[in-house]
């Protein structure tokens, strides 16, 4: 599901959009298995509309053009022309970037070539923003030759001094940040370009050393570390394996914990090296079927996963270190009093020598913090944090501060999340071995998780949050001095809060430059800002042609709103951010269909006031239907309840209870409108919205949803994996009554359903085929027959394969449209 988020993504287009006698007919890459039902007068409520409301009743969009404007549509937005342009940068820390920030970055462009149209030059430059004539090329094309044969660029990092950079090609997916590839240094100055180790071995990671000396990389599971000037390679670790693995984590711990395709980290001075060693010998194996992969015709490709399903045993972490200097290696054997089997949820260099490791239980109640001195591999227990009735998200805005006396800061420390009346804040620790925290934020909001950074000049520390609204994100600053002489420092605004705003930030080394990204509600800019003057020194990017395209097209219209949906178990009001997108050519005298689509994880959220044409405007322009997204209790930053964080809390030990309550409670009031058609009310979502499609289906005793859809669903949690699960729900056999509520197991309301549909890729590897399989299953025993299912043949969490995003929103949409059109009464 993803650190802050439930099972996996997908996408639409490049717009993320954050599911008797029977025929089976091959349609696209998927089957659709349609089941042929018998007309049951006790099991399905037929709808047949008066003739006085046949005249206003909406019906689906003909697509026709309105005035000037060409009315959103599938296809062209299938064509991505409705996708924002976002410009990356590589931020260069040199070794002054702390002193002397000069907002050193490498920026891949493409630009044209003279006298062409469409063909460009890919080039990878290197510019300064204090200097404005300091540019120079690192890297002129997108590809290379190396003996013969041409390798495509993927990707190119260079080194902090920028005299080297390594060049990644030829990938192999693995996991939902993991690949294996091909890794190549290219030496800027002697124009070559040489395998990093030989033109064969595809790497699981790699990382540059802050030195720019080395190189730390992961083959066969095992460390490597080059020295890129003398060449010379030195294998670390020996017993790596298919069950060991050091420096990369495995599937759970990627997916769920770090993020990320590397779990290695060099030391500030870049002398040494910290990583970790997990083990997968105790941990489950769950087999994955492939059966149109190349070179399978006859038989099929088995994967077998290391994947621990919640309640089973996880991979133990240990911690290691080598030195360079005196090429010793440690594994640190971290021992707990409190929590014998332990979750490694953070490593950070705390200073140049002290590393610190935070621990969790499995339940994520309890957080452990421990400082170890690579110098004596001695280890203690600093920080101890506990959380009663919630839980602790797994956070990554820890970050170290080095001592500076000539600013006030005598110390080393780290500026680290902490929880403070269930809302996440910031707070610095110094020294290191020091237990508590001065407090740089607090209140009703949050802190946005790994969007914080520190001017090491002016001691200004800079982050992201929900200050100004739950639904937008904007930059602010504390004052590090300010905290340490005992005030809780003055919050100021960078981005301009007196107008609405989603920001992202990129910030250079020394933190006086920001790469803002303006996400929305308008059309999305970058620019390049000086912190110290408040000045724009450079825009990216404009998008300028977007906004073009948007002017030739009529989009449907959204409205934010905040609404009371009921009461909670202490009698207060539960209000809640909502967003309604409204047919095109809205009349309120006409009755439309609705669709709600719904997320819901916990500490998720889906309300948010970004620019996106996604897959809710297509139904509404399409379909003449309005689309409206409710975030119920469970999910994150709602600010607006006299609970507090309790809103998000209250789902602990029991998912699937209150959050589809509050979709059903949503769903009346809009049935109530003057505007909406009470017969043709409909759901779907995608993962954890898949789940909670279904699981609405099963709550709704008042049949208040008609239609519903699932994609890629958990349907009985003790499926899902380990680190996940059990933040929420502690192990099954800590919570077995929980786990039966939250699974899909109640069949009666899903009879009186008029239609609903499943979809799942057969080669799902984070919400398992099983799921599904084992939902219909239970559907068959009970007589279930109201519904279809596709599958999507090989096809992971993202449905990618074989065209399968482009088959399955082809096959909602359709789906959706009968739907409306009382096809399936």
Known sequence: MG???????????????????????????????????????????????SPQLLSNIAKPSTNRLVGDKIPLNFSSAREGIFTPEYTELQWIKEPNSISNDKGTYVVKEHLLVDGTEDIYDTLYS???????????????????????????????????????????????????????????????????????????????????????????????????????????????????????????????????????????????????????????????????????????????????????????????????????????????DLKSDSISDKLVTQVFWASTSDLMVRISTRASDLLEYYLLDTKTHDYKL??????????????????????????????????????????????????????????????????????VSFDYTDNEVYFISTMKSPVERHVHSVNLLDALNGELPQIKNITDTSKEGYYRGSFSSGSRYLLLTYRGPSIPYQQLIDLRTSKTVKTLETNSKLTKTISKYDIPKVEHKVISIGKDDNGDDIIVNAVETFPLNFNPKMKYPVLFYVYGGPGSQTVTKTFKVDFSAIVAAELNAIVVTVDGRGTGFNTHNKQGAHFKYTVRNQLGHYEPIDQISAAKIWAQKSYVDAERIAIWGWSYGGFMTLKTLETDDDHIFKYGMSVAPVTKWKFYDSIYTERYMRTPAENPEGYEIASISNMTNFHNVTRFLMMHGSGDDNVHFQNSLKLIDDFNLDSIENFDFMVYPDSDHSIVYHNGNHVIYHRLLKWLRKAFNNEYL
């Not at 800027?188 to 990382?207: C, E, M, R, W």
């Not at 570390?225 to 984590?249: E, L, W």
């Open 126 to 332: 290197i510019k300064s923003i204090v200097d404005s004539d300091y540019e120079y090329l690192l890297f002129n094309g997108s590809s290379f030759y190396y003996n013969g044969i041409e390798y495509d660029i993927e990707q190119l990092t260079a080194s902090p001094d920028l005299t080297k950079a390594f060049i990644k090609t030829n990938s192999t997916h693995n996991y939902r940040h993991s690949t294996y590839s091909l890794y190549w240094l290219l030496d800027v100055n002697q124009h070559t370009i040489s395998p990093i180790k030989s033109v064969d071995d595809k790497f699981g990671a790699i990382l540059w050393s802050p030195t720019s000396n080395h190189l730390a990389f992961v083959l066969d599971n095992n460390l490597y570390i080059k020295d890129v000037n003398s060449g010379d390679i030195k294998q670390v670790t020996t017993d790596g394996s298919d069950q060991i693995f050091y420096g990369r984590p495995d599937w759970v711990y990627e997916e769920e914990v770090f993020a990320s395709d590397k779990t290695m980290w060099w030391s500030p001075t870049g002398d040494k090296l910290s990583f970790t060693r997990m083990d997968d010998t105790e941990v489950p194996k769950f087999t994955i079927p492939y059966y149109v992969q190349e070179g399978y015709e006859d038989y099929p490709k088995l994967l077998e996963l290391k994947y621990p399903k919640a309640g089973y045993p996880n991979a133990p972490v240990d911690v290691g270190v080598y030195d360079l200097t005196t090429e010793e290696f440690k594994m640190m």
């Open 382 to 451: 600093i920080r101890t944090e506990t959380m009663e009735n919630g839980w602790f998200e797994v956070a990554f805005d820890t970050f170290f501060i080095p001592k500076n006396e000539k600013v006030g800061l005598k110390h080393d420390g780290y500026i680290d999340t902490v929880v403070v009346d269930g809302y996440n804040h910031l707070a610095y620790f110094s020294p290191p071995s020091n237990p508590e925290g001065v407090l740089l934020t607090k209140g009703q909001w949050e802190i946005e998780d790994g969007q």
């Open 3 to 49: 650190r802050h988020s439930a099972p996996g993504y997908h996408s639409f287009r490049n717009v993320i959009v954050i599911g008797g006698i029977f025929g089976i007919l091959i349609w696209g890459s998927g089957f659709l298995i349609q089941a042929i039902t018998s007309l049951k007068l006790t099991h399905e409520l037929v709808y047949q509309p």
